[in-house]
């Protein structure tokens, strides 16, 4: 899933210092799973503004809507009659809700409410790990089904580094070395030698350093 | 906050607070009346939201009376009522409102008389931070 975090509130009152009525955008995909995004923190979120209104000596009107996506246009398209009755929309998507809200309602002004953080998975609940750098062209296969792109924090092909130390990555001790991990785990199945194989530097073509990405699948499209 | 007075919301576990009530109410012990109690079946089920509608509805102050952590009914439902404590406790912190204006208490079924003291002792804390709105 795409994990994010809330916005500091202090930086939402601030983005929304001025105005009076406000739609709170939920999506129930990836940020409803990382309890981030879903109808219960718009409902949070809502509830925090209009107590931050009543201290402040303030009249706010504040709605709540939870699309099914909104990364999926037929679902932002659901808000359209009554989108135009507010000042402005707070999204609590991932960073790709508040783009798709802004495309489709131009004259509407649009807030993130959330800091989408990366690709990962809940490691236990309440805890999220980076699994995936979304760089386009998989590689896991070669490395014990690990990723060393998204979990070496110099996404060494041919690791470890020297900065590997009792398993924990130099930069912090909070780290797991993944070039460790992934050592022990082609130890275990008898592999270790097809890590020998020398890989050579990556294309990042298909990562994000080739500019913005675009996937067409002609059998999909109508 | 009328006349100084406080109002105050009790989210109160069935299991262990409700039953100190009614060990308080024999002993003719009274409530003060500016606290109005919510019945849960166990404080796992609350939620942050629960927690922070009170303070939107002009409440003052809030708190959760729930089992002792080594003795809850359903094992951790006053230890996840804690952690929501804590982090409306947070989002008050960032809404410049006194973070002491929610608690989380233990107690067990017996303890009629805490029950009482708790009451009290948080209406005199809310009565000394003045209301919330200003």
Redesign the interface.
Known sequence: MIVAEPKPIKEILEMVRDLKKILIVGCKGCVTVCNVGGSKEVAILASTLRIAAKKNGKEIEIGEETLERQCDPEYIEEIKDIINDYDAVISIACGVGPQFLSERYPATRVFPGVNTRFMGGAIEHGIWSERCAGCGTCVVHYFGGLCPIARCSKSLLNGPCGGSNNGKCEISGDVDCIWDIIVRKMMEQGRLDELLEFKPPKSWMTARDGGPRTMTREELVK | MTDNTPQIVAFCCSNCASAAANVAEGMKMTMPGNVKIIQVPCTGRI???HL??P??E?ADGVYVAGCQEDSCQYVTGITKAAKRVAHVKK?LE????EPDRIEVFNLSAGKGQEFVEMAHEMTGKIKGLGP???
């Open positions: 939620e942050v939201l922070l509608k303070f939107e002009g989002i960032e809404l410049e409102i919330v709105l200003p």
